[in-house]
């Protein structure tokens, strides 16, 4: 028997944002291969499941484990939050495949982003084109990331940031806001939501101003603003255009 | 009673990439209402629900029908394809509702949107930052578009285009292929998806020099690789940076 990879993204950790599929390809996964804080979210859902946790950047490793179990034969789970295809899990294991001339299936699983369970929280700011940005300089150059965001900024972009910030990357995020002050007024509205479609979710709204000085962590999704977005009846709303009669 | 109103993205249409949320705000609706495709999709999926279809760029008329159920106390689910959240229902609703002065409850339910549904099928294109356009200029002036084309082009993010053609509005594509060659290489890969997650779903590659002259329609979604984006076994893929050891 030829085993198969779903690389799955399972959403914020709430089983009611998954998708049907997603809960069908960690149900019947022989085994369910993902970081450990992932599969702590997991097992609780799904209790009888065979998991193999690893730490934190393991991605290769992760998924050379991935690959192996499949080349034997079982139908592994790949899992990571969100959408397993926004800075997820997917094009690491189609690469390290490729390097080991594994021939195996690999199916991509989406599944709802941070974005969007952020936005749904906060009401409507994503009604007009946006920027998807990841503050994380792990594996992109800080000063391309700053680019990204002048230019986003220039555009009038409403700019969602992942990442904003971990515990010894703790500056990235007031030089970003200062970045779009340049050319996006200090009192521009900003989202932010803490841990987004979990029980013990935080969302709240802020300035651009004082964006650097929030209490923001590895957990949040930031969006910020176009030069449209207001704030009215405690939801932030990007108008997409549609005329009100 | 009071009535309440979900604000529902129900993905590509195929059940199994909807969310359990999405499902029960629909089967739990004592009505539904939306665009007519939309409910022509739903409507074999929910045989048993009170359906309200409406016509195109009847945004507004809609949400006041929506709000008028909720006022008398039934629980509505007013649904977009996709993700409510992204160039959806969201928005449009919160802005009626308040220039009702309608008191109703309104909650987003956020659905996986086209960029990742088509992204899956694709390979793993947004494994870093990207921006998301519409090319429909009818809420947004084209002048703009195309400034946020060049502005993305130059930061080196993945594009991914919304709407990218419909049967009056035919140039916008090539033209925005052009303005993205001032920064990107012809060769750049370019992933188009046409009914993303549907069974009569149509998935293939192509160059930023070949885009205008692909058979594309509005029912297509076109996402263009970054300067690192390579296409490699049949799959579209934006390399993360991580190391491959």
Known sequence: M??????????????????????SAIENADVVIGYITYIDILKPLFPNQNYIPSSMRRETERCKIAAEEALKGQRVALVSSGDSGIYGMSGIMLEVADRMNA?????????????SAAAALLGAPLMNDFAVISLSDLMTPIDLIYKRIELAALADFVICLYNPKSKLRTEHIGKAAELIMKSRPKSTPVGIVRNAGRCDCAVWTTTLEKLGDEPIDMLCTVIIGNSESYIKNGKMITPRGYLIK
């Open 103 to 115: 021939d195996i299936e690999i199916e991509a699983v989406p599944g709802v982003t941070a974005a």
């Open 2 to 23: 030829k085993g198969k990879i779903y690389v799955v993204g399972f959403g914020s950790g709430d089983r009611r944002v998954m998708t049907e599929q997603a809960v």
